[in-house]
T-cell receptor
Framework: AQSVAQPEDQVNVAEGNPLTVKCTYSVSGNPYLFWYVQYPNRGLQFLLKYITGDNLVKGSYGFEAEFNKSQTSFHLKKPSALVSDSALYFCAVRAPHRGTGKLIFGQGTTLQVKP | GAVVSQHPSRVICKSGTSVKIECRSLDFQATTMFWYRQFPKKSLMLMATSNEGSKATYEQGVEKDKFLINHASLTLSTLTVTSAHPEDSSFYIC???????????FGPGTRLTVL
């Protein structure tokens, strides 16, 4: 069965410092991996995805993520955090070429960036 | 590009009434749309997947007679919560995916409160 784990409920970081939000997955075959961000009372905004190719994926707002097949991880990173990055972040996985292509979401990680 | 809208953004209704939520893809054709429910500070729970012109596929435990989904065109899907009760109060989010993309794009969500 497919699953996604975000081991941290909350990540706190000072503005200007690098940030990492962790994600590990379990899926048979080669996964499609996604990161989304949600601001309060809003829908999810797409940040980036890994389908194939280069393991380092660059996305919106300066975020990037590295696909690590051996560790089954897809951690989200940013070199220098902004206060405006404070939000709820979701990692999601999709098993390719199966069914409707529904996403399986992690439980979410709240990122708090303090000035 | 890839904008998804939802209407209404917020609705309050009396117990026993029905509520319809619309999800529209504004600048692309959505062959598949997804409906999610999100509880406070929790991850998204997939309720159903709908393909244009066919019946929706509901997740286990979701009552299809209570949550009616229609995907009549490539840009519109509707979710009708029938005979709503207070326990149906939640944040409902739709997403849409075109046939040529692996990415789901999310609407801004609808806050339903049943009194």
């Amino acid at each position: 069965a497919q699953s996604v784990a975000q081991p941290e409920d909350q990540v706190n970081v000072a503005e200007g410092n690098p940030l990492t939000v962790k994600c590990t997955y379990s899926v048979s075959g080669n996964p499609y991996l996604f990161w989304y961000v949600q601001y309060p009372n809003r829908g999810l905004q797409f940040l980036l995805k890994y389908i194939t190719g280069d393991n380092l994926v660059k996305g919106s707002y300066g975020f990037e993520a590295e696909f690590n097949k051996s560790q089954t991880s897809f951690h989200l990173k940013k070199p220098s955090a902004l206060v405006s990055d404070s939000a709820l972040y979701f990692c999601a996985v999709r098993a390719p070429h199966r069914g409707t292509g529904k996403l399986i979401f992690g439980q979410g990680t709240t990122l708090q960036v303090k000035p | 590009g890839a904008v998804v809208s939802q209407h209404p953004s917020r609705v309050i209704c009396k117990s026993g009434t029905s509520v319809k939520i619309e999800c529209r893809s504004l600048d692309f054709q959505a062959t598949t749309m997804f409906w999610y429910r999100q509880f406070p500070k929790k991850s998204l729970m997939l309720m159903a997947t709908s393909n244009e012109g066919s019946k929706a596929t509901y997740e286990q435990g979701v009552e299809k007679d209570k949550f009616l989904i229609n995907h009549a065109s490539l840009t519109l899907s509707t979710l009708t919560v029938t005979s709503a009760h207070p326990e149906d109060s939640s944040f409902y989010i739709c997403s849409a995916r075109g046939s040529d993309t692996n990415t789901q794009y999310f609407g801004p969500g609808t806050r339903l409160t049943v009194l």
